[in-house]
């Protein structure tokens, strides 16, 4: 049976977009016509986390409502090479727990991370949605492979634009930075579009 996964950013015992991450549970389990019974508020109580610090909530889970939780001290990872990869089937609707496909195609490439292009167009990395800068306004992929809750909180709140970005218009921007549940709106944290030429 197929397991899916949630990352959950907890900082100084807090919990963050618990909402975002709850309802793409609830539409998973709506997908696969079963009834949510996976209740994220309720495991982070449970653990009763009380250490300050950066912590990432890691809740895998199945649509039976079982469901493996830990929650460990997190860093955000140091990436100095990027490389462009191609595949035109590969498709994550869903946060699945088996990532084997991520892992053939960054085994493959000749660089730490990889951003997947699908059919010309960008979409993601292995590890999180991307944002591309052009004149002041951060864009993000029309064309991203999972929807991503931080991508969601970001477009809601008026801080990004969504917008086609493809291999042809790729120049057009000057930057990138990556976000996720983890990773949020940083504009400290950015890397030149030439890194990936």
Avoid at 98 to 112: I, L
Avoid at 123 to 152: A, E, H, M
Wanted: proline content about 2%; hydrophobic content about 40%; aromatic content about 14%.
């Amino acid at each position: 049976m197929s397991q899916f996964i949630e990352s959950i950013k907890v900082e100084d015992q807090k919990v963050f977009l618990l909402d975002l991450h709850q309802q793409r549970v609830r539409e998973t389990f709506a997908h696969f016509g079963k009834e949510c019974c996976i209740d994220l508020e309720k495991i982070f109580k449970d653990l009763e986390h009380d250490e300050d610090g950066l912590y990432k909530l890691r809740i895998v889970y199945d649509l039976e409502g079982n469901f493996k939780s830990q929650i460990l001290p997190y860093a955000f990872p140091e990436i100095e090479t990027f490389e462009l990869v191609e595949n035109n089937d590969f498709s994550y609707d869903f946060k699945f727990a088996d990532r084997t496909e991520f892992e053939k195609m960054k085994k493959k490439a000749r660089a730490q991370e990889i951003i997947i292009v699908k059919n010309g167009q960008i979409t993601d990395t292995s590890f999180s949605n991307l944002l591309f800068l052009k004149n002041q306004i951060w864009y993000t992929p029309k064309s991203f492979l999972l929807n991503g809750v931080q991508r969601q909180n970001l477009l809601k709140q008026g801080i990004i634009k969504e917008m086609e970005i493809t291999l042809q218009n790729l120049n057009e921007f000057s930057h990138f930075q990556l976000i996720n549940s983890m990773n949020e709106f940083n504009q400290d944290f950015v890397y030149s579009i030439e890194e990936l030429k």
